[in-house]
């Protein structure tokens, strides 16, 4: 059983259908019958995401060999727009942040959310509340979340300026300084992010059969030995579920990066997703957003066709 | 009639969930749900039993009274483990205020007067409270209109999505039909597109379909949405297939047995997909963002942006308003956090 199980049922579904077609006689009547009951079912789901999402997804691939031309009919410019891409600088950057910003969420996420969870795992009066504490920035809304950042990292005004001053440290240039938003950015996302890895995991942890503990004490095994040889490798499926879940994030984040900072400043902050936007909505150059989108789509694909891959050769090799 | 071989077929070849596939046969036994809403990661057949037969299991959560052997319990208490004890509580003591401080922070800033917020002084408490911030957002801003732009754009999304995906999930649980292995991925993989993939072409279907800056506009595209389809179809599996086949020998249809047998023991996932499908469009933004254009139409989360567009650094005023936008979620979340936590914990988002 591994983390993986929602992408594994998901790719393990399309033998179902083969197996339930039963020989028999007087069953392919019924067969029909149930077929068509069964698209009633999900006819309007269907409806939605074909009109909605599907069309749209055709939609894009199509914008993004049109040239922009506010709106209505425009064009074909066939590759021009992704050309384009290329030879843009912001576009590169924008790539580079959001890796870096990837590279560097997710890994802290996830020892943050694994050393909570072993924390609240433990004999802690209080549990309850702690727990409730930690997983309330995770339900609200990126906008208030990021708002609360910008307060907080004010360079004039900004509480944590206030308090290294205080107490005799140098001050943070968090919105003048591109490293400093930056890293502003990444603090309010653990804030947000460690939550949603700390349920994971406490529930990877109540697997953990206690007679292991046990027994590596007897051995001799200190606390982090224990941690290091039981823990670590026996929430290996959290960590892989976890991974996928985090990257997907971090790749998409947009609510905190658009209200905290725009991108900037200059372009400093400028990621994959906020560019997209702006290309779209503020200069409306929508054909170029729409191969941004594209670009997104093509990377979201590739990274997920590699953790598929990657769970198989999991699935065969455990 | 009574349980054909498809139907056992359907049930016990899903996925991969090889204890499932045996423990969801038979007569409902308590094992019948085990495992099957189980927490995405968790492989907790070695350890624990469920207690919580039936609903959403709550990962992580419920054992604060012991009911799980804790290791160390069985021995005696050192000096060594006592301060052990004494700092495992000092780091989460020291997390706490962390992870509450920000929230605290922007209480405090909501009910400061502007001169705090302004002040270069270091004041962890408000000189005065006031509520001029709050008085200030509802008597310069539309904010009673947001608040009930969310709530109806909300509610509407709400119902629409959980139906639309309880019907699917159903579907895919407990009916057989041609092609049902490649529509499911399908439907699953759209979760995996960001908004901002296709937000030109929604944004030009929107238009097209006249229904740019209205309330339809936002609400149709966010209903499109396969969220609970994964968690409906895993509730739904477990549900014994001998319910519905006496159900079916009394001549019932599938609608019948969806509505009179399958929907009333749906509560726990209807209650966890309901929260979280609030919780999520409560707290929308880039969408509706790029959807609304008439600021009497704007959700919250939009409004937040506005004010902040019109009032600059009116920090207070900014935090009183963020205040009022987090606390439905907040209220909600602490009234059901275990429905919310496992839900969380099952669909993967967020």
Redesign the interface.
């Known amino acids: 059983m591994s983390a993986g199980t929602s992408e594994r049922e998901g790719s393990a579904a399309p033998a179902t259908p083969a197996s339930t077609y039963a020989p028999g006689a007087g069953r392919s009547g019924k067969r029909f019958r149930s077929t068509t009951t069964a698209y009633g079912f999900l006819t309007p789901n269907l409806v939605l995401l074909g009109l909605f999402l599907f069309l749209p997804l055709g939609w894009a691939f199509l914008i993004s060999f049109q040239e922009s031309s506010g709106f209505g009919a425009s064009g074909w410019v066939g590759l021009d727009n992704y050309r384009r891409l290329i030879t843009d600088p912001t576009f590169w950057q924008s790539t580079a942040d959001t890796g870096v910003f990837t590279l560097i969420t997710v890994p802290l996420s996830l020892a943050l959310g694994l050393g909570l969870a072993v924390l609240m795992n433990s004999v802690l009066p209080g549990r309850r509340l702690f727990r409730t504490l930690i997983y309330l920035p995770m339900v609200i809304s990126g906008v208030a979340t990021a708002l609360i950042g910008v307060l907080l990292f004010d360079e004039a005004t900004g509480i944590i300026n206030k308090l290294l001053g205080a107490g005799g440290a140098d001050t943070v240039p968090g919105q003048s300084n591109g490293t400093a938003a930056f890293a502003s950015i990444i603090l309010v996302t653990l804030w947000i992010r460690v939550g949603f890895n700390m349920v994971i995991y406490l529930a990877g942890l109540q697997g953990i059969s206690p007679e292991l503990y046990e027994a590596a004490r007897l051995e001799g095994a200190n606390s982090w030995q224990q941690f290091r040889h039981i823990t670590v490798p026996l929430v290996g499926p959290s960590t892989f579920f976890l991974l996928i879940m985090d990257v997907i994030y971090s790749f998409q984040v947009f609510d905190t990066i658009f209200v905290m900072t725009g991108g900037g400043p200059g372009r400093s902050t400028s990621v994959l997703v906020t560019y997209a936007y702006e290309n779209g909505f503020v200069t409306r150059d929508q054909s170029y957003a729409a191969a941004i989108g594209i670009v997104i789509f093509l990377l979201t694909l590739i990274f997920t066709a590699v953790q598929w891959y990657g769970n198989r050769s999991r699935d065969t090799a455990g | 009639m009574a349980h ?4 056992r ?2 049930a016990g ?5 090889h204890d499932d596939g045996t423990g969801s046969r038979g007569t409902p036994t308590r094992d019948t749900f085990r495992g099957t809403l ?11 039993r469920s207690r919580t037969r039936g609903t959403l299991r709550q ?3 419920d054992n ?1 009274g012991g009911t ?6 069985v021995r005696h208490v050192s000096p060594a483990e006592r301060a ?2 004494a700092a ?2 000092g ?2 003591v020291v ?2 205020l962390v ?2 401080f ?2 605290y ?2 209480v405090t ?1 909501a009910f400061s007067p502007n001169v705090d ?6 004041n ?1 408490w408000p000189s005065s409270w006031t509520l001029d911030n709050f008085r200030r957002v509802f008597s310069s801003f539309p904010t009673a209109t947001w608040f009930g732009n969310s709530v109806v754009i909300t509610s509407i999304v709400t119902f ?1 999505t959980v ?3 309880l ?2 999930g ?2 895919f649980a407990k ?11 399908l ?4 979760m ?14 929107v ?1 097209e379909l006249g229904i740019y800056g209205t309330f339809w506009a936002v609400i ?2 966010s ?2 949405s ?1 969220f609970g ?2 968690l409906a179809r ?1 509730f739904i599996i477990a549900i014994p297939d001998e319910l519905m086949d006496a159900a079916k020998m009394d001549g019932a ?2 609608v019948r047995i ?1 509505l009179q047998i399958i929907l009333p023991l749906c509560k726990p996932l209807i209650a966890v997909l309901v929260l979280l499908t609030v ?1 999520y469009q ?2 929308d ?2 969408w509706p963002l ?1 959807a609304l254009k008439d600021s009497e139409l704007f959700t ?2 939009i409004g ?2 506005f004010l ?1 567009g019109q009032y600059g650094a009116d ?1 207070g005023a ?2 009183a308003l ?1 205040l009022i ?2 606390l439905p ?2 209220l909600m ?2 009234m059901f ?1 275990k429905y ?2 496992q839900g ?2 099952r669909s ?1 988002i ?1």
């Open positions: 054909s071989p498809g139907d077929g359907t070849t899903h996925g991969t969930d189980r927490q995405p990661g968790a492989d907790n057949d070695g350890g624990t990962p992580g959560a604060d799980r052997p804790f290791v160390q319990r052990a004890h495992r509580l780091i989460a997390v706490g992870m509450m920000p929230l922070w922007m800033l917020v302004f002040s270069r002084e270091l962890l629409l139906t639309v995906n019907l699917a159903y579907a009916l057989s039909f041609r092609g049902k292995g490649v529509i499911f991925l439907v699953l993989s759209t995996m597109i960001p908004v901002q993939v296709l937000m030109v072409a929604q944004f030009r279907l238009t149709l595209p209903a499109a396969a389809i994964f895993q249809g599938n969806f919780m409560w707290n933004f880039a790029i919250l989360p937040l942006i902040r920090y900014i935090m963020a936008s987090i979620i907040v979340f602490l956090q919310f936590v969380l914990a993967g967020r």
